[in-house]
Every structure is written in C-alpha cells, then in structure tokens.
C-alpha cells in the first residue's frame, strides 16, 4: 500500500466582513471588532432593517465590464480571495509553478446558494418587471460550479473539480475532499475553500421565516450575533469567500515555498436525524474520527473554532458533542465562536473559520467569543469569552462546521 501524503497550506485568501484580506480579518477578530451591522433592504412591502455580515465591495476595482457580465457576486468573491491565496503560496504566475503541473492542480469548492444573488434578480425581472426575456448569462450566473469554473479559467488548473453544497459545512467539506485527494495521489495541489452571497430579498425572506435569525441588541447591531450566550437570539447571514492552496508536502518544499501548517485530519458524518435539529452524537463522531484521522488524542488540540451559531438549540448541542468527544479534556479545551463577529457565511463559514484556526495556529493567539457576557448555563465549557487569548503552545487546532441536513465536517491542522 501506497504511504499516505502529507498536505501542505501554501496560501490563504479571504474577503470577510471583517476584512478583505487576511491580516486585516485576523486583526479584526483579536480586536473583538464586528463586521455585523443593519442594512436597509428595500422589500415589495416596504424597506426594512436586516442584520447582516455586509462587505463593502466594488467589483469594478477588480475586474473589468465584460468580465462581470459573465460572474455573480459569489464568483467575485471566491475570485479575489484566491488571487490572494495563490499569490501568497506563490502560484499566480503559471510559469512560476516549480513543475506542478496543471493537469495535477485541481480546484474544490464549498457554496450552499450558488449565484444566488443571479436568481433572485431574475425572478424580480420577471415577476415585478414584467420582461419577455432574461439576461443570456443567467443560468451560468447562477450554476453552484461557476465559481470553480472561474478559479480554474484564472489560474488554468486543469486537476480534479469539484463544487460541493452541503448547506453550512459545504467549505469544510470541500477542504476535506481535496485533502483527500492530495493525501491518495489524484492530486499535487488543489485551490480549496467556500464562496457565498446570499443577502438578497429572497432568501433573506426565507431565513426570516425560519425564525432563526437574530434579533438587534441593545448594545447595537455590531453585537447581535451572541453565540453560547444566555441572551442569544439567533444567527446572522453574511457573506464572502475564503480560500486556501493546499499542497503535496514534498512538492512545496521542493519549489522552496512557505508552509503556514499542515492538515493533518478530515473527517465527515451524517445525523440522520432531522433536517434542522442537529444531535451531539453525530457531531461528536466526526471530531472523534476526526482525531483518529490525524492521530492525535484530545489532549492535543489546543484550540477548537465551534460552529457556534448563536441558535438555541444549535449551541446546546454543540456543547454536548464536544464533551461527548473530548471526554475528560473538554473542560481545559479553549474553544470560540468567531461567527460572533463575522456572523454565518453559510457555505464559506467552514473555510472562513479554518483560516482563522490557521491564523491562530501561527500567531499562537487564539479569537475570542465576542459579547459572551453571561454564558447559558448549559454552555459550559471554556469559550474564551470576550477577549483574545495567547497560547504559547500551541501546536493543533480544529475546526467544526455542521449544517441543516445533519451533515458535519471536522478539519484539523498541525503547526510546522
């Protein structure tokens, strides 16, 4: 049998309603700074005020007019978080590429809506607008691969392509996806990560049915999103891109690049248990094959980003699974929400928070859980409230993600 590869991170890339690059997103989330504000969403019934994860973007400082004929905002997005991401691992230039190859240089995406934001600009054009026709573009706008389409016509990456939707661990699992695909040999590189845009009227609207969605605080709109907290009242949607370039380890330190960490383990499971309702035992499960994956004990993480949501029942159950999971660690275990601050990117939450594990993981600063002031009594467990912590030892991190659909996904990566 074939001897499992090593899997390098080469590059990171992010636009965040925290920031639209890495350094500024990390800084952001050490400073407690939110990226949530109210935005003023002009409805048929009337304009309203929505909480959201908002990024000010401007397409046309990034790509030209007859580019963005052919490109959603989720495509924007993923686009220039892996221009970063490419340009950090040293990959833009294809000449440049220290003999990887095209054909073995793949791309795995993560979205839960797709280009969302295309559909429902058509359905306003057809129903409220009356027009015979749509825009010829429209189906390719808003297909959940265009993104991976554009990642691959940028950057001519002719690999293993994959779009992967499973709601809010899509990313996550689109990251463990290609990590297998690098660790079995399909693969030598893979551009990796989750895209998603979804703050339009419609799905806006179906959130807002769901009753899931949180409520403004009265310390302002910045703080509203307050997961493990005993005044929590629900979710934010935003928005973004987070990217990585996952690498052969010995490929990478051939071509002399710097690896920020390795990924180490990857695991998935299934509740199987309702479409809304997650169940602990399920998503203990992934973090512990999770573990094994990597061959680690608990004792090893030294920081875990929770998928943290803010719901009520969500972050209950997450508590549960890590005690389930971490066994007598649990309660030693740093762990923290940055959804906090950045609030729920749905299908690029996954990778949004695994490049901040990333980040920590070099920067031995761990994020904190923004606004836990007083924590539900049932979320008992260490979730740094309020305030960045350092960690000088820190050696392993892990990263949860789990969706409607029961699905779960576990990321963890090692420091190098």
């Keep these: 049998m074939t001897a499992l590869r090593r899997v390098a991170i080469t590059g990171l890339g992010i636009v965040a309603p925290l920031g639209t690059d890495t350094s500024s997103f990390f800084a952001s989330l050490l400073a407690a700074r939110s990226g949530i504000r109210a935005i003023d969403v002009a409805f048929p019934t009337g304009t309203e005020s929505v909480l959201a994860g908002s990024i000010d973007f401007k397409p046309d400082e990034h790509f030209t007019k007859a580019k963005l004929l052919t490109m959603d905002r989720v495509s924007q997005f993923a686009l220039v978080a892996a221009r970063q991401a490419m340009l950090q691992a040293g990959l833009a230039d294809p000449s440049s590429r220290g003999g990887l190859s095209p054909e073995r240089f793949g791309v795995s995406l993560g979205t839960g809506s797709g280009g969302a934001g295309s559909v429902d600009a058509a359905y306003t054009a057809l129903l409220e607008q009356r027009v015979a026709r749509l825009r010829p573009m429209t189906v390719v706008l808003s297909m959940n691969n265009a993104s991976a389409a554009h990642l691959a016509m940028e950057f001519g990456l002719q690999g293993p392509s994959s779009t992967v939707s499973n709601a809010c661990a899509s990313s996550a699992s689109a990251i463990g996806d290609a990590f297998r695909q690098i660790r079995h040999g399909y693969a030598d590189a893979m551009l990796v990560g989750g895209a998603e845009a979804l703050l339009n009227r419609g799905t806006i ?212």
């Design 205 to 416: 609207k179906a959130w807002q049915a769901m009753q899931t969605l949180a409520k403004p605080h009265a310390d302002g709109a910045h703080a509203s999103c307050r997961p493990f907290s005993k005044d929590r009242t629900g979710l934010v949607l935003s928005e973004g891109s987070a990217m990585l370039v996952l690498e052969d380890w010995d490929s990478a330190q051939r071509r002399g690049a710097t690896i920020l960490a390795e990924l180490v383990g990857y695991a998935s499971t299934t509740d199987a248990h309702h479409l809304t309702q997650p169940e602990a035992h399920g998503q203990a499960r992934a973090m512990t094959l999770g573990l094994i994956d990597a061959g680690l004990n608990s004792s090893d993480i030294g920081y875990l980003n929770a998928h943290g949501t803010a719901t009520e029942v969500g972050d209950v159950v997450e508590t549960q699974a890590i005690k389930l999971a971490f066994e007598n660690a649990a309660g030693s275990l740093p762990i923290s929400s940055t959804k906090s601050l950045h609030g729920h990117a749905m299908g690029a939450a996954g990778a949004m928070e695994f490049i901040a594990c990333v980040m920590a993981l070099r920067a031995r600063q761990l994020p904190p859980t923004a606004f836990l002031e007083s924590a539900d009594p049932r979320c008992d467990l260490d979730y740094i409230p309020l305030q960045a912590r350092d960690s000088k030892h820190l050696r392993a991190v892990m990263s949860n993600s789990f969706a409607f659909g029961g699905s779960n996904s576990v990321l963890i990566a090692k420091a190098v």
